[in-house]
């Protein structure tokens, strides 16, 4: 039995709430358990200077915290005047995982910003990061075919993200929240597509190691839960978008 | 008439929700129309270096917008390395508001750290974070209070902020939101005290100017406001931490 | 009395050495007591890059002490490797301050740089900053009058600005020395135009607060101190240029 | 047939030229085809502030690259005055990485620095500076245990790292070039203990995808090459320290 | 003949101005020509990290421009956010310099702060700030001296320093102003002691070279022109400092 | 005797390695002693914003350390986030030493990048990376004469420099090692060309100073070890590029 309570295999309790703030073209407040992540997708009509001409677009996140988001404050990074290895970790991540089902020659030459503010952690902040920025982007994007300023609507699929881990019973479980991160013994973060592929997988034994028969049970169970985010996602996205990311999908595959 | 139909002297919605976030010892959402600030208070059991060995405690304060809290989304100040003129100036406000109407000398060698970020901006966001913060930061010393790790109630007064301006038609209005501010001649932010006393005031005519005259009428139309404010205060603090500060201000003025 | 025996209203000394320096298109030293700051104004032939192709101009200050212009050495900024919010908030209320008696469009697309480096500090230095670049400023730009390169002359009133406060007496004193702001219980300081219009007032009670009939009074203490800084700086640019400042204002008044 | 006209299976030509500098505890050249790497071990005897007094030591790494490593010369990073995203997270893997094999316990309140500086990039820069980071690191904890400065012999493991990824051909092939590198659809990169447990897994689709079935055939051959890679560790290091590693190695398996 | 009409050998008109600042122990205003730079001295009682407990002093030195100091204003280097090389470089030799007439066992656990700041520059610029910041670090030690914080006057040389070059006619000037500088194909500063040892000799031929034979006659020039510097630097520090530096000399001389 | 054997007027072992890494244009290995410097020569087809439209070239060295290239392990200077003062000098001079034997006009708006990278330190870095850097620049320059893209060979002479110091017995010895260099009394840097002629002559008396007679002294054993330095120069270059550059001189003396 884990710490609050749930079985080995279950998710948090996760809303999307869509619109969270009203100035970005795409927004939504994702919750997963406690820990509560804006996510903002802005569109801007350029493209980052080594991308210019090539009459393709870009997507690049950002990622920070609020000082009080943790038990201990943290200083914020633009008191330190620098942004940590950390926080540069999962920003790279984010944005790579977004590119990974947009048609980047659809969108033409702009670039879609993504901001995943952590408003509070409790575990998962980049995994519940990428799940929210997805529906945010979608939102955005949608925006820009509605105005029919993009003829196909370039996202090629769902993509949801989740942690698993290893405890000190030597068994996985889903979706870690501080408590059992902070003493998990390995921990993995995926980021899987929608009809199954994976994006990322990153497993991670520190001062620890996982056995490659741990390795198929870990991302047996996260796929279980991914399953969940992906029809969380849909109802957050609404029927419309929904049917574009798959008909969008369908298109790619028959090319 | 004002763009959002209001009276010159009628503040926007204010909602004040404390414990908006878990971790901090104090927290609010405070709603000032659409600018939306997250205020929290965190207790550190010591005083900056400078500080050491006094007895005494010290209150400061930091203020950030997420990105895409504007219109137009604005840089990271982590991404830029470093923090603006116009950020370092609200957070000496703010702090310097905040110390004015706290008994340092009560809270021992602790700092206050207040942290205001705006997750939505319509202007008049500092004035929202000083009016945001006071109820965070007197929420996180009532629980030291009843922890009886302080002896008295450091907080003396109540303290609230509001902004003032005068706009195209040479008339003061109360509490002015972005659009107005962005054409306002003359703009003023009033910091005042419970019992009406003047702890900050600054009034600026950027390439413009005001006279003895219009003075006088800006201070009148903002402590209408401003006695409205310390009401809201009043109902999100609750009955018994209002008495405490009222008691609290009572003794001072009687020494 | 005061510790330098100096009237509740009375200015220290106050001397202003025009083209101190021979390189800046403007320059002058400025002591108010032992308050010196060496002022310059640069020409530069355009804007910065948000404003061009608007065909109107710029005025932009900075503000710096050499380390030993006060009683204990302060580190550089530079050696910090950034500039304090102090420094910030001071160089932007100078610019500020300026750009409010010029008009921006007669000068077109060239951009005033004002640099004020505080050689020595006794207290007032932001104030004795803004009454120096104006007459340094002036001179500039006069010298861009007489070459014809700009149409009209550009500066429409004199300006200048002093600092009023409250000591432990309660009552208002005009230009705070060193000793006496350090010890004072409010500070204020007032930019006000030649013709008696405020452009900046910034009260601030640290740890104290102030009333409405103090604020009056400090009013009329720091206007008596500004009618007196408005004849060292016509005496200092001499007739010719007070006479354009005069005729400037005259007509803008007319518009 | 690949570029270089390597098998599937095939790493490139290994070298580990131990003692390569004079001034290090262990330092060595690693050559992985063209890319080369000089790692260089420091034993710190005290620990970062955080760990003081736990009586365990630390182990932390960082990395560089020449300038003209790379076919375009790249700007060292102190003249950008910041170390880039990527750099961050491979030396963040690099300790990560070493501290899974060392009991850190054993080496008392002491710090080895890893310092692992690309000479000249080809592919695999990150998993060549493990695999020869632990040899140098080997080689200076080693003489920390013949000078009896500690106890027992930390390394409980050897540990290696190579890299795999998926061509355009949809197969899986081992030790990518920078050629390879460039246009693989995915790129994975395994850190792996002598006893065949995984440490660090990364894979990574950019703007790509991939599935079950191609992660275990990705496993695979990454495992061949690892083994290979353990056989040049041993040699580098002689048969005493390997025998050391060894038997740390069954002394933990056996607790 | 040069551009000023002065002799191959003629210094520029010299000037120190003793206590031009009152804050520091020390402070000059030197001016050579139209350089003038203000040089101060501060006494700390610590001395920097890396020399604690070897009961020995420190001299260290900043030096600085003013923005419209020269003929282009120049950019701060605190908004740049760093020195630059030409910067430290000169810091560098003004600390070096003065340490070598110093008996740092003499003066205890203290720093001795050297702040050059140039408030006009034509040329000279660290060699007037060198020669200026001598007498200002005499007047502050001999207040120590005074009080008699140190037993012995631990300066132990007089010491100043000129530049010398070789213009397009090949033949060697003394102490060239900007116009002389910019168009030199070979420059040298040369800093020397009282007693005519040399402390730094820098000759650099910036896309041009210099013969043995020029060195021999940049080296004459220069001798004749710190002679005459030594004299001003006895003018402006009284007998009683100059006697005290003689004696101290004399001392070290037996030794 | 000195402390490893050496006579007074003798360098240590000497060796250049010529095309090192395999990207650069140019690239050495030259170790004088245990000095070891990587020297790398990259060809830009651009020149700084300052020169653009003047049609000739830039030569820029930049310089740096492993951080174990020395017995106790320095920082990064990338981690510090700046350049120290010690650095900025030394690049510096490297670049002003090369620019003065190259016809910058000849090399048309190209900039030749100059990295030396010391991977183990002994004394001496700064000139055994002058006397390497001439051999990877004129390698690299040679390659672009070769191809046709420049049409005269732009290196008017060699270039070499080494440094010599007086020990406490007060004589001068030739190219100091780590140990020579800490005790040394005087130090001086030379950098020379090929027909004897002083680029930089830098003599430093750190708490120290030097007579006449002593810099006559210095300057001759200098001169014996850069005649050696040059052949081995002549050596790694070979025969072709050594006639050219004789053949550039001799026309450049006709001139």
Redesign the interface.
Known sequence: MRVDGRERNQLRPVHIETNY????EG?VLISVG?T?V?C?A?I?DRVPPFMRGEGKGWITA?Y?M??????Q?NI??????????????I??LIG?AL??VVT?DAIGERTV?I?C?V???DGGTRTASITGAFVAMAIALHKLYEKKSIKTFPVSNFLAATSVGILSDKQAVLDLNYAEDSNAEVDMNIVM?GN?????????????????DQ?QEL?KVAQEGLLELFEYQKEALGDEIAALIKGSSVEKEEK
């Not at 609020?66 to 038990?71: I, V």
């Not at 994006?199 to 996982?210: A, D, K, M, R, Y």
């Open positions: 703030i009203k100035q970005p927004s406690d509560k804006i903002a802005t801007e950002e920070a609020l000082p009080r988001a943790t038990e404050r914020r990074e633009s008191s330190k005047g620098k942004v940590s290895g950390r926080t540069m970790e920003q790279r790579r590119r990974s980047l910003w901001d503010d408003i509070q952690a597509t199954g592929e994976f994006v990322e997988l990153q497993g991670t034994g520190e001062e620890s190691t996982f056995s490659y390795l991302i």
